[in-house]
Structure formats: C-alpha cells, structure tokens
C-alpha cells in the first residue's frame, strides 16, 4: 500500500477563504460559543454574488425586464458579413448576443447602433473572428511561437494581434488553443502551444494576458477563449474530430492542466470542443463543463459551442433531435450556441418543462456580465480611426517571434551561419517565395502583399555582394511537375552553397487538414536527391505546420534549420539566422518523429514492463530465421528503434552551452515544503547566444505510473562567450501531486530524479525524497 496525503480538489477564492477559516477554527480550542461567529464569517466569505457589486446589480436588473424570446437571443451566436434586412431585424428584436466574422467597422458600429440604439433593451453584440496568430501582422504559428519557450514572445504576439484586431471592433477571438498533442498527423497541432502540459499552460496563460490587456473594458482588449475543452487533441489516429478515449488520470494530468491554467489567468471564455470523451460528446459532458470547470475550478466565465458541435451531438448518436441537443448542452452549462440554430428550441422546452428558466437565466447572466466587464455598455463603439496595421513597431515584434522560434536541428562542420567567403548562393525550393503558404493556417485576414519572403530579403539584403541564383524547381509544395529541376541542378553547381527551402503549404495543416503521410509532399525529396547529387553544400530550411517526416533525407544536407510557419516577417528573420546576425534559441515543442508509424509520439510516456534498454537489433541486422525470441522483447520498432529523431526540447545554437554543479538545497522535502534546484551554465563558445534550461523530474513509484520524465521548470537566459551563470528552480512538494483515476489528487512520498538540461534527453542527474 501507498501511504496517501490526499490534496483537497482546489476551488475558487471564496471557498479557499472558507477551508483556511475552518482549519484555523479545527486548530483552535473554541468552544460552541463560537459557532455563531464562524458561521457569520461563512456567510461573509461566501457573500451574495449580486451584494454590492455594480455589475452584478446591472445584471440583475437587466435580466428581470427580458423576454423568454430576448433570454434566448442572447445565447445565440451566428455568422454575417455586411447588413441585411433578415440580421436588421433580428437584432431590432433583441434576437442575437454575438456575431461572427464581421470586419468591416463601419458595419459593425451600423449594427451595434441598432442592438443599443433600437432594439427594447439596448444590449450591445460582441463582434468575434478567430484572430490566432495574428489580424494583419501574422506572428509564427501558435506551435511556431511555442518553440520559442518564451512567454513574454506569446505575450506580444497577442497584444499585437488585438491592437489591430480591436481598431475594426473585433473584441472577442477564439484563442487560444490548448489542447495537448502529441500526433503529427493531426492537422490542428499547428495551432497549439506543444505536447507538454507545464510548457502550454506557461504559454496559454501569456496569451490570455496578451489578449486581454490592459483591462477588460480597455477598446483595445480582447477576450481570450480557452479552447478546446477538452481532450481534442487525443483524436485516434491523429485524425481531426475523431473520437479520443482517455483514462481520467490522463485528462486530469495532461490535457486539463493548461485549461486549468487558463481559468485562473482569468480567460473571458471557454469553448467546448467537437469530440466526444469515452463516449460522452463534450457538447453535453457536464462532468467536463459543469463538475470540473465550474464546481472545482470556480470558473464563471462565458462557454460557447464549437462551430454546431451542438447540433453535431445528432452525429454522434447521443441525441435524437435537435431540441434533446439543446436541452443536453445547456444543462451542461454550455452559454453560448455558436450557429448551431438549436437554442431557439428553449423556448418551448421551458414551456413544457423540459429546461428550467432558471438554467436559461444563469446562462444570461455570464454572457451580459461579460458585456458589462467588456465596458460595451458605456463603450459600445468602435473608433473609426486609421487602422495601425503593421507598424515597424508590430513587424519588429513579429519578426523577433519568427527568430527566436527557428529551430537549428542540424549543423555539420558549422556550416550555419554562412561564411562571408560565400559569394553566390542557390535557392532553391517551393518555399522560398510562398508569400501566402509563409503566413500560416488561421490567418484569415493577413494580406500576402505585405510578407516578406527569403528570397526578397535575400535580394534586398545581399544582392549586390552575393549573386542569388534563383530557381525553384518546384512551384509549391505538393507539385509533382520535374520539368524545372533542371534549371535548378544547375543553379546549385553555379552556386558555393544551396539553400533550399522546403515544407507544407498552409492549407495542409490547421482544422480538418491531417495527413496520413507527413513526409514533404510533391517531388520535394526528389528534387532534394537531385540537388545532392551536385555534392554542394546545403541548407535545409523547412517551414511548416507540423514536423515533416525527413529521416531519409537528413544525410544528404548539411544543415538543418526548422520553422513552423513563420509570418509576416519570416524572411528576414530566417535570413538573419542563416547569416548571423541572429542566433538561433529555438526548442522543439513535440518531439520529432523518425517515421509517422512512431506516431503519437511524446517525451513523457509511461515506462512500461518491457522498456527498450541498451543496443537494439535493426531489422536490416537480423539473421536469417532467427528465433522468435531472440531478438529480446522490449517495447520498440524493429525499423524505427526506440528513439524519435529529435527529443522534446532540443536545439542548436551557434555556440556551445556547458552544465555543471548541479546542487539541490535539501535532499529530502516534506509535504508542505520546497527545495532550489541550482546549476551552472557556461557560454563555452565563441557567439553571445541563448539557452532554454529545462527541469524535470521523475516519480519512481505511484499508485498510479507515472511518467519517465516530466518539465516542471524552464528558464531562457542569454550568456556571453565565457559567461557563466546559475540557474535556480524552486520546486515545490504540489510540483509532485498527480491524479488517480478516482478523481483525487495524490501527493505519495518517495524517490524522486531530478534532471537539469539542455532538453528532455540530456541533462545533469540527482536524487530526492519527499519524506
């Protein structure tokens, strides 16, 4: 048996005032006389929601005066472009909350004029557009920015994104994402911040501050929307809206942790997300929805449906109709009905007793409550001033984020940066100009016009020193065509190095777009052999929305630098890195497969019975008619071994970092206490460069397994050449709680390693207990 400290599930500040009032009283020796004083402090810690506060007072007020028709009305959230007379209409009567996708702020305040000016209660619309990764000025891709392991870098990204997003009166975004994945295939992996639950929650909640600043009721902030609640990224097969089946351990200690993040950064919103969970479609999971995040998280915000994931509950088999979809998402504790077109059914479920009213009302009171902190009733406006897109303020932010989110995954004989000897330089590759597919997934509203490629920089930088002899080869990525590989052979002999830009078109990644085979598409690899054969130096930049299958082609370049879809700013950011100027400090997100079949892939998997030790045998080694067991049995690929071809957090710099000293303030730490973690690390290079420190642990025993490995710490700090510097983490006893299957959160004592390192497979080793 585990002897077991049981850890109260947290709950909101209120009922956390409560539990310390009642341990003071359990630890005091009171009698009953003070029982009446304790249960008045209750009273006031737990409060009335409405009390004294104005906006719950105007809420209150407001809603007393509504109609059944305009309650619901306010649930409703649905797409328009431009101004029709059915959508006059609709809102003259009080008959939508929020609207979709559009831009145009004249029409956005022509519409508002009429929700506050003639509808019956003058209660303003919340205009909303998905704005990830940026509204005009496209930042990386979330995954992109994620490698970056910076937050003040996600922070910025968001600010950015909402300044612009907010000068058209768009106030609400459906960022971001935190579903943890660990599947390439998955197209939706772009859009999130990694495999790693402390990596994405650090980053989410940076971009809920982002999103949301200063204030609220500040015109230029917008709303963040936690999404997708929950276990979206678990899709079978790596397949988009599949079906995700998940132990409770497994949501409770890797998929819900960013959200939990999240709630207590203070997003405005939730978003419920398409699949469905051991059965149970999270349209209509009130364990997710209404036990999890409100009951045990305290999270009182505003939850809107996936795009009809409400009326997709028909697909699913979990509902018979449209009125039993409405029915199971609002009790649920869904708020918002995202053109799903089912909430209107309410009306006549309160009539016959199906759906209480007061159901209806709470959901009511969290969308005008949002309204209220919004300032859309004092504020409902949208200035119509000259946008400020793209400023040299945002593009240098932009580009900042695209150079620290490379990745330099190869660099033999320091290739990288490139020598000013070089004189002529081949580019080479469907990327290299791709002004569009440069920008990413989910930049509806970026404009290509205005992106800078490789090549432009390339040209503008360095054309009349270097001579850029420009041949394609290919004309996009999934281009099966040879008919230029020609002219692009021999641009690579006329050249002293080749750098060929490779990848994914934006379109083969993001919502619905997964990929069964992850490799480079078209004749990409062909041409790669070809540009081999010339047995000139290369440079293999690969941008994309996921990490590309490339074990086959890594032997024939020299250097490998990765970027996830980049922006805006890419080129010059890329070419920088290329040339020097910049150093790269990317670290990988996910870990990078060797062959898609290792998929899904993760650094922090369990350790099974069986793990694969020491050397394995290859399937090009085995003997002939080899007996069955002679090959030992462990848990790996016979083709791909037990290794992915790049571990979690890896990446190169231009110089060189040394650990050392590794020291822990106490070997042994109790429940209620904490211990520094401390090393050394040393600039051992030539370069002034950045490294991300990375702290993880393993849990040797518990009563439920627990992972090889596990990030707890991360810190990004720039060293001269011969700089040194110590590192320190404070880890503390609730750094080493974990879930069982039994919803309860465990702290067990025992043997703990602890790694501080350059990434998840290398590092300094130590030992503690908690006693």
């Not at 909303?128 to 496209?138: M, N, P």
């Not at 009733?377 to 119509?384: E, T």
Request: net charge negative; aromatic share 8%; with cysteine.
């Amino acid at each position: 048996m585990h002897k077991q400290f049981k850890i109260p599930i947290l709950k909101n500040k209120r009922q956390k005032q409560i539990k310390m009032m009642v341990k003071t009283f359990n630890s005091a020796k009171f009698g009953k006389q003070c029982a009446g004083v304790l249960l008045l402090l209750l009273l006031v810690a737990c409060g009335n929601k409405t009390g004294n506060d104005p906006i719950e007072k105007k809420v209150t007020g407001l809603l007393s005066q509504m109609t059944p028709e305009e309650k619901i009305g306010q649930l409703m959230q649905e797409t328009t472009t431009g101004y029709s007379e059915n959508r006059i209409e609709q809102i003259k009567n009080g008959g939508i909350g929020s609207i979709l996708n559009e831009i145009n702020p004249e029409t956005i305040n022509a519409l508002q004029k009429i929700a506050v000016e003639e509808s019956r209660l003058g209660i303003p619309i919340i205009f909303a557009r998905d704005v990830i990764h940026g509204f005009k000025t496209i930042f990386p891709v979330p995954l992109g920015q994620a490698a970056s392991w910076n937050p003040q870098i996600i922070e910025d990204g968001a600010r950015v994104a909402a300044i612009e997003a907010t000068s058209v009166g768009i106030r609400w975004t459906f960022a971001p994402m935190l579903d943890i994945g660990r599947d390439q295939r998955w197209g939706r992996i772009v859009e999130g911040l990694g495999e790693d639950p402390y990596l994405a929650s650090a980053l989410g909640a940076a971009m809920i501050r982002g999103f949301q600043s200063p204030n609220l009721d500040d015109p230029a902030s917008m709303i963040a929307c936690a999404k997708h609640f929950a276990g979206y990224g678990a899709a079978e097969g790596g397949r988009d809206y599949n079906t995700s089946i998940i132990s409770n351990e497994q949501l409770r200690n890797t998929y819900l942790p960013p959200f939990q993040a999240a709630a207590d950064a203070g997003a405005g919103t939730f978003m419920v997300s398409f699949n469905e969970i051991n059965g149970v479609p999270n349209s209509g999971n009130p364990y997710l929805t209404q036990q999890i995040l409100r009951k045990e998280w305290g999270y009182g915000g505003v939850i809107v449906s996936d795009w009809n994931s409400i009326g997709e509950m028909l697909n699913h088999g979990y509902v018979k109709n449209p009125e039993e979809a409405a029915t199971v998402a609002l009790n649920a504790g869904v708020d918002m009905d995202m053109e799903n077109h089912v909430f209107p059914h309410l009306i006549d479920l309160v009539k016959n007793g199906t759906v209480k009213e007061k159901t209806i009302d709470e959901a009511v009171r969290r969308i005008l409550r949002l309204k209220f902190k919004m300032g859309l009733f004092d504020n409902p406006y949208v200035a119509l001033a000259e946008p400020a897109f793209y400023t040299e303020e945002h593009l240098e932010k932009a580009k900042e984020a695209a150079t620290e989110s490379a990745i330099l995954l190869k660099n033999e004989h320091n290739l990288l940066p490139l020598s000013p000897a070089v004189k002529s330089i081949a580019v080479i590759g469907p990327l290299a100009n791709a002004p569009h597919d440069q920008l990413g997934t989910w930049s509806f509203d970026g404009d290509k016009s205005h992106t800078i490629t490789p090549l432009a920089t390339l040209r503008e930088e360095y054309g009349a020193t270097v001579k850029i002899n420009y041949a394609p080869g290919l004309n996009f990525s999934r281009d099966k065509d040879k008919k230029q590989f020609t002219q692009a052979v021999a641009a690579a002999k006329a050249s002293d190095v080749v750098l060929f830009f490779a990848g994914e078109e934006a379109i083969l990644s993001g919502e619905a777009h997964s990929r069964a085979d992850i490799s480079l598409p078209g004749a990409q690899k062909e041409l790669l052999a070809e540009i081999a054969r010339t047995g000139k130096p290369i440079v293999l930049i690969v941008m994309a929305g996921r990490t590309t299958e490339i074990y086959k082609e890594l032997p024939l370049v020299n250097a490998y630098l990765f970027s996830f879809h980049p922006g805006t700013m890419g080129g010059p950011a890329l070419v920088d890195l290329i040339f020097g100027k910049a150093v790269p400090s990317g670290k990988l997100p996910v870990t990078y497969p060797k062959m898609v079949g290792q998929t899904p892939i993760y650094y922090n998997h369990k350790n099974t019975g069986r793990p694969p030790v020491g050397t394995l045998e290859s399937i090009d080694d085995i003997p002939l008619e080899a007996g069955q067991v002679s090959l030992g049995n462990t848990s790996h690929y016979l083709d791909a071994g037990k290794d992915p071809l790049f571990p979690f957090g890896y990446g190169l710099s231009y110089t060189t970092f040394q650990y050392s000293d590794l020291s822990l303030s106490s070997n042994e730490i109790g429940k209620d206490d904490s211990l520094v973690a401390s090393c050394v690390i040393t600039n051992t290079g030539t370069v002034e460069g950045s490294e991300i420190a990375q702290l993880y642990i393993r849990d040797w025993v518990g009563s439920v397994t627990r992972p090889v490995k596990e990030l707890k710490a991360f810190d990004k700090i720039s060293l001269k050449p011969g700089e040194s510097r110590t590192v320190s983490f404070k880890l503390t006893a609730g750094d080493l709680k974990f879930w069982n299957n039994n919803d309860q959160q465990l702290l067990e004592p025992g043997d703990f390693t602890l790694w501080i390192g350059t990434n998840s497979a290398e590092g300094l080793e130590t030992n503690f207990r908690l006693k």
